[in-house]
């Protein structure tokens, strides 16, 4: 599975941005797929995750609330929709996916997904 996520830029403090990641791959429906984000000069931290049919999902206590992940396997994307931004959600935003179906146990470490996709940045200014 190979990912590519866009949608980042740059939004004032209490905007909205939708991130899209697409993936390749004629099984992505079998895949969970989450979201992380690695803010400048900190760790990668997780953010939210789906379950590969989109029904459970799961989000960082610092983002519930204001963002939701999504999917469409028809197109191949999940999305992470974010509003109500905050400068402190400055980050470069990955998503990495995880071959998994049946009941979904949601993963939140880094070293719980096979593939990862490139960055993109979401600045937020305040």
């Known amino acids: 599975v190979q990912l590519q996520a866009s949608g980042g830029g740059l939004v004032q403090a209490g905007g909205s941005l939708r991130l899209s990641c697409a993936a390749s791959?004629?099984?992505?429906?079998?895949?969970?797929i989450g979201w992380f984000r690695q803010p400048p000069g900190k760790e990668r931290e997780f953010v939210a995750t789906?379950?590969?049919?989109?029904?459970?999902?799961y989000y960082a206590d610092v983002v519930k609330g204001r963002f939701a992940i999504s999917r469409d396997n028809a197109k191949n994307t999940v999305y992470l929709q974010m509003n109500s931004l905050k400068p402190e959600d400055t980050a470069v935003y990955h998503c990495?996916?995880?071959?998994?179906?049946?009941?979904?146990?949601?993963?939140?470490?880094?070293?719980?997904?096979?593939?990862w996709g490139q960055g993109t940045l979401v600045t937020v200014s305040s």
């Open positions: 789906i379950s590969w049919k989109g029904s459970v999902t």
């Open positions: 791959g004629r099984t992505y429906s079998s895949y969970a």
């Open positions: 990495a996916a995880k071959y998994y179906v049946g009941r979904y146990s949601p993963l939140i470490q880094n070293n719980d997904y096979d593939y």
